[in-house]
């Protein structure tokens, strides 16, 4: 038995927008099973805007990735090896150990899905970290209620989609904006009222044709002039909560904001959030979550890439656009 | 008796920073006293940064100013005719019809002024909308609290310098900063535990040095850099009350912020608002201010222009950083 696992290690930190140079498949070191423990076998790994600022040696709310080990990430797996009551072999988990092909840890470290009729991968997309910030940073941090008017940016993307359907099955006026004509057709797909294409027009352009009476909420995944145009249209007491802004992931210039004077005038509340702010409320989630999946008003779509080897790439490609709905890897 | 007074009216629309050129010396009509009515003769003119967006021909939360109509703003005087139960010719009153010398209107559009034993013109400064906007801004906005580490921007300003004030009577640590040696010192002298002369360093600097774990509060009169610094130093859960930014107020290049990213990990909470928000608890404030100007907490200081004919350059000074405390003007 070898206590090595395929991996993809940080080989190198980014400066600006990051290569595959960054990146070197290796070996790592899989700790023995102790009592307690689990092996897991990965057959899905997610890859997420989030972990462009793990590439940085800058303390955030996650630590940074360590050069020269593996990178971690969303993973599920099916357990080949338990020494963890509670934990039979085959049993699907979703944890944290991903950008890898195997591995082990505590049962603590890895999560039984729940009973719910949905496939594997979703416990990374609409049952996992996704839908879990589209659900808590709608509902929970941007308190968006029925009759709002919201704008969600990258809407065509993993957590966009999903506020633009949870959003619309809370009864809410939606509009998206996404990068191409297909990407906003899906949008309008999902059931937005109006879907945004960034490419084609001024995104405060569209918007102001787009909501002519402005926003209550702004569910921003993007900054830049995305969130200039939230601040051009805000209604009074608007909301915005402020998931990611992959407009500044890979540095270039500094925002500047024409309309951010009117948080005044507007009397605008804004807040950052990260989905695990609201744990104690996941038994929410998932019971909200997995009824809409049951009943077909949140669907999912996936652009899958194949094989470990795939998952540097797959990641790059989320900065330029290359994903709509859940970017996956499949090994 | 006329039927006028002499008063400032609007000539034309300010492109940028305004010049007196914006502003007219006229005669304005003074509406006959009906039952109910005070005629009352100003003392004190008050000039605010906030008049700058009323001379815009944009709604906001106040109208604009009309062109070739009477400018408005905060005065007290002295009722000499009064057709309206409770007023009394030689009563104080504060009230909206500023820049001019008289004014006339129904009772309900003057405040008859506390029994306090303050001058006059603090009707206009700490218990007016200067020190109420303070207050609200930096105890309900903020929800700013006795551990807090607060930084106020333009703290050597009317607001800026009763935001100080309050909050070491709350037993917070505070930091301010302001423009010029001279102002620094007098923020240091109302009790800020650190006062930083932005024109001495750059302002993200001197702030990481007077508060090297970061502030909790951040109480915005300026935008811009101040706001990016506030970006860049804020601990987990801040909050920004964002009250002014007299940076953007005439135009310029739009503000760029390098650390607005920050929102997200340090969960920043921000939020616009005006002191008439709050109208329902200005019980509190006065309670509250009363004692502490009684008891010696807050202090004044007034920077104060003689005459009508000076209003306009007293207001445009405000932009060039020509008041410490409270810009005044005595009739």
Redesign the interface.
């Known amino acids: 038995m070898t206590d090595t696992t395929r991996a993809w290690l940080l080989k190198s930190r980014p400066n600006g927008m990051p290569t595959t140079d960054n990146f070197e498949l290796g070996d790592a070191p899989l700790a023995p099973l102790q009592d307690g423990w689990l092996r897991v076998e990965n057959n899905w790994l997610s890859v997420d805007p989030y972990m462009r ?1 793990r590439m940085n040696d800058v303390k ?2 996650v630590p940074p990735f360590e050069v020269g080990a593996p990178l971690q990430g969303g993973a599920v797996g099916k357990v080949v090896e338990s020494r963890a009551p509670g934990f039979a072999v085959g049993d699907t988990v979703f944890h944290m150990q991903g950008w890898r092909e195997a591995a082990t840890g505590p049962a603590e470290a890895f999560n039984k899905v729940q009973p719910l009729p949905v496939e594997d991968h979703q416990w990374l997309g609409n049952l996992g970290l996704t839908g879990a910030t589209a659900y808590f940073g709608l509902l929970r941090t941007a308190e968006a209620k029925e009759s709002d008017t919201v704008f969600v940016s990258a809407a065509a993307g993993a957590v966009g989609s999903a506020v633009v359907q949870i959003a619309k099955a809370k009864g809410m006026t939606v509009i998206g904006s996404a990068g191409g004509a297909d990407k906003a057709a899906w949008v309008k797909d999902l059931g937005a009222d109006a879907a945004i294409d960034y490419k084609a027009e001024p995104i405060l352009k569209g918007l102001m044709a787009a909501a002519p009476k402005g926003i209550d909420v702004y569910f921003d995944n993007v ?1 830049g002039d995305h969130l200039d145009a939230a601040f051009a249209t805000a209604r009074n007491n608007a909301r915005f909560a ?4 992959i407009d ?1 992931y890979n540095g270039g ?6 309309f ?15 989905y695990t ?1 609201y744990l104690a409320e996941l038994g929410d989630f998932y019971r909200d979550m997995g009824g809409w999946i049951a009943n077909g008003q949140v669907k999912s779509r996936e652009t899958v890439r194949e094989g470990l080897e795939s998952t540097p790439q797959a990641f790059l490609d989320l900065f330029s656009g290359g994903n709509t709905g859940k970017m996956l890897v499949r090994l």
Chains 1, 2 share one sequence.
């Open positions: 600022g955030s709310y900054g402020i998931c990611g802004m500044s210039e500094p925002a500047a904001f024409r951010i004077m009117r948080v005044i005038a507007a009397r605008i509340a804004i807040k950052g959030f990260i702010d």
